[in-house]
Structure formats: C-alpha cells, structure tokens
C-alpha cells in the first residue's frame, strides 16, 4: 500500500496558533504554500488576495496529502470530559493554563490574547478544503479524477465541521437545532468573510449532505489508498456518528452497517497492539478508516507528566482489559506518548466507534442478541482473558460502558456523550472535581450545563463581532 505523509506538522503548528479568526485564511494559505512542494510551479498567489490557482489533478491531491489534515488537537474537550483526573500540581498557580481551567470548567477559559488552537486549526483545514471543492471543477484532468478529490475534500470538511458543532455548540435537539447556536459556515475560501453562528441544523444539514454526495461517489474507493485519504468506510463512519448525536438511529444502523461491510477488521490487542504515537503507526492498523492523531506537546511541558485515569472510567476497567494496562501505569498514570515529552491520542474514524454505534442502534431498537453480539467480539480482541458477555437486561448500559472503554480520549466524542446522554434521566449525571485527596470538592458541572459548550476566546470575537458568545 502507498503510503505518502508530508512532514511539516511543526510548522503548521506554529502558523496556527499564530494566528485567530481575520487570520485563519491567510494562516491556511501560508500552511498550504509550505506544506506543497514545489508551490511555485503551479500556484498563482496575487498580492492582497486569498486566491490561489492549482490547476492540474496532481495539484489537488497533493493538498489532499498533506499529514497537517490527519493532525489535530481537541485535548480541551477530553479534559472536559469525566475520564481524566489532574492532581493538584497541576492546578497550582504556575500551572494554570486552558488546559486546566478547561478541566475545572470555570467561567474563563481563554484569557485576552490566548488563541483558541482548536478554532484555528479546524478552520484552516476546512479552508484548505473549500478551496478544493471551489477549484477542482477547473482543473484538468477526467471528470471521474476530479470527484473523488470533490469527495474526499467534503469527508475531510464533514469531519472538522463536527468536531467544532459538537465542542462549541449544543447537542443536537430536533425541537430547538434550528434556533441553537453552532459555529459559522463557511463554505467558500473568501478571507474578507466575518459570518455569523449558524444553527445546529445548518450545520448538521450541510455535514450530511457533503457526506451524502461524497459516498454516493462512483468513483471513491472502499477505502482510501492510505490512512490520510477518505473513502467510502470513512464517509460512512461519519454518517453514522453524526445520525447517531441526532437520536436518527434507524440512519446510524443503515451507515454503521455499509461501513462494516467494507471493512470490519479489528486489531488484537494482547498480539499486535502499539499505542500511537504518530500516522505511521495509525498506517500499520487494519481498524483505522480515516486517521485523525492528536500529539499534545504543551500540556505535557506544562509539568513534564502525564494527567490520571478517572475514578469513574477506571470503575469500568479491569486488569483484565488491555486498555488499561497499555495506557496506565500504576496508579492510573497515562503514558501513551509520555516518552516522547508528548501525549498522544488516537481520534481516528475506526470499526471499533462503528461496531458501537451499530451495538446502541440495535440495543434501542430491544434486539439484545445483536447487540451483545458486537460488543463480544470487540471484547475478545481486547481483553487478556475473553468469557462473553452472557444475556442482560440492560443490554443498552452495557454498549454505553463498552463504548466509554474503547473511546478513551477519543477528540472529545466522551464529552459529546455525555451532552447526548444528559437529556436521558437513565444517563443524566454530575460531574465532579476533587482533589488529591478524594474528600475535597473543587469544581461541579451540572447535567445540561452552559459550561458544557466551549465558549469562544475574546480573541476571535474580536476579530470577528459578528460572534454571538457562548453563556456560561
């Protein structure tokens, strides 16, 4: 298999987070100028201008290629979320950052002149995709060519555009998504733009309908030629977590099962697992249908350690489980990644999040016995020693348990979880913050909260007033 990755993650990095909402276009065109070799060949960048010119399908899949569009980081969210404990080292005063003050949700999370690395990365990606979409119809090349990059451009945007719905806007209610605040949608590459929150509806309607077109593609592959490149499975993936947040489970079946059935492997964990520390270790895993990777520097130079397993997510595993005991150390240190001054998450689309969102499909819909059925055989490539799961009578419990083990600081499908999960008095619950010594209460974030949405930094409604900020 062909594997190509453009190593330029750094400086894409540092050219995010230099920059915030007026200067996210001009971040995307200065990423996309370094990342492409060659540029000057085939790019005509005018002076004040946002507009560049690619002209060949050769062109295009080389902005398709880039490693930056696999690259992100929603640890925020993660942190929001009940499955990570911080120790009280990390709250001191010189440890204070969003990162923590993100954890103990309080009512300022990004001080003046803080960057919203989140905002800003997704939004250039999805310029960098609107500038696909906008110009491949120019280029040359066969028709055919030209919509699988279409398609694999809305994949990636479909992507990106649900993580920032999710984090900065409410969960998807049928009653109030048309009025419900998300995030702006911004669907050409025109840098003069200031536009406003759209509605989860707009939102969601225009992820589905980029996906829609995308798998109904002829031309897109199964699977893409390598772990950066959509094909149908990814499409799929998506359809179905996106159908799911909206309670359209009969949907989310029909999506989680046309991904299966093109691909449906899964790792075995006590043979060939290794926690991912980089898109070449994502490449070598058959469960991966679009890789997404999170390698956080800051957090970990904040104190040179890892963060903790919750009380709450260790209550649901045991050291018979394999994700434990290759992600913790004892006392529930996270390592993935510590070696490398890093922590490293894998947010990538995969069987493993499809399997479960088929599993709570069926559960909601009383077939038990399927249900059971998927989450078996999940289990028996992830634990030492497998018995199955014999029948329950709250088999639906048991997918949400089985999903929290497997979705482990998954780019904050946890914390969009519980949003979902909380207008369910069965699933409605408090979260709670304590410090080290299990006694004293630090921070409470009530079921259906304000402060479960980020709210957006004083720095992007700045540049941009036509932002309506987030309560909290």
């Not at 990342?35 to 295009?60: A, E, H, Q, W, Y």
């Not at 006392?331 to 969102?357: D, H, Q, R, T």
Request: with cysteine; proline share 4%; charged share 20%.
């Amino acid at each position: 298999m062909k594997r190509k990755f453009l190593r330029h993650s750094n400086l894409s990095d540092f050219l995010l987070r230099s920059m915030d909402v007026r200067g996210v276009m001009m971040a995307a065109l200065c990423v996309l100028l370094f990342l492409l070799p060659g540029c000057k060949k085939f790019f005509d960048v005018r002076p004040n201008t946002t507009s560049i010119n690619p002209t060949t399908i050769r062109d295009f899949e080389e902005m398709l290629n880039s490693d930056s569009l696999a690259l992100c980081n929603y640890l925020l969210a993660d942190f929001m979320s009940d499955d990570v404990r911080l120790e009280d080292v990390h709250l001191s005063a010189d440890a204070v950052s969003s990162y923590t003050r993100s954890y103990l949700w309080e009512q300022t999370i990004w001080k003046p002149g803080e960057s919203d690395f989140m905002y800003n990365a997704s939004y250039t990606r999805i310029l960098q995709m609107n500038i696909v979409l906008e110009r491949i119809g120019r280029a040359t090349g066969s028709e055919e060519q030209k919509s699988v990059i279409r398609a694999q451009a809305q994949i990636n945007r479909a992507w990106y555009y649900l993580q920032l719905a999710s984090l900065y806007g409410s969960d998807y209610q049928a009653a109030t998504a048309a009025t419900d605040l998300a995030v702006p949608l911004v669907l050409l590459p025109d840098a003069s733009d200031q536009p406003v929150r759209a509605t989860v509806q707009q939102v969601y309607d225009q992820i589905i309908a980029d996906l829609t077109a995308a798998v109904a593609t002829p031309g897109l592959p199964g699977m893409g030629q390598n772990v950066v490149h959509p094909g149908k499975a990814a499409g799929y993936a998506l359809l179905a977590r996106i159908y799911l947040n909206m309670a359209k489970y009969p949907d989310a079946l029909n999506a989680a099962q046309s991904a299966l059935t093109i691909n449906s492997q899964l790792l075995k964990y006590n043979r060939d697992y290794v926690a991912p520390s980089s898109l070449l270790d994502l490449s070598k895993n058959p469960e991966i249908l679009l890789a997404r990777l999170c390698v956080d520097y800051d957090f970990y130079n904040i104190r040179h350690t890892a963060f903790h397993i919750s009380p709450t997510l260790r209550a649901v595993l045991d050291s018979n489980d394999i994700r434990l005991l290759s992600n913790f150390a004892d006392g529930g240190l996270y390592i993935n990644g510590g070696n490398f001054s890093a922590v490293a998450f894998n947010y990538s689309l995969g069987v493993p999040e499809v399997m479960l969102i088929k599993a709570e499909c069926l559960a909601r819909q009383e077939d038990a016995a399927g249900a059971l059925a998927l989450v078996n055989e999940l289990r028996k490539n992830r634990l030492i020693t497998y018995e199955p799961l014999g029948s329950t009578t709250d088999v639906l419990t048991t997918v949400l348990q089985e999903r929290r083990r497997e979705l482990f600081c998954y780019g904050g499908l946890r914390l969009f979880d519980l949003k979902r999960l909380n207008r369910d008095s069965r699933f409605a619950q408090t979260l709670q913050r304590f410090a080290d010594n299990g006694t004293t209460l630090k921070a409470t974030l009530a079921a259906n909260s304000p402060r479960y949405l980020m709210p957006f930094s004083p720095l992007i409604i700045a540049n941009n007033p036509s932002i309506i900020q987030n309560p909290r």
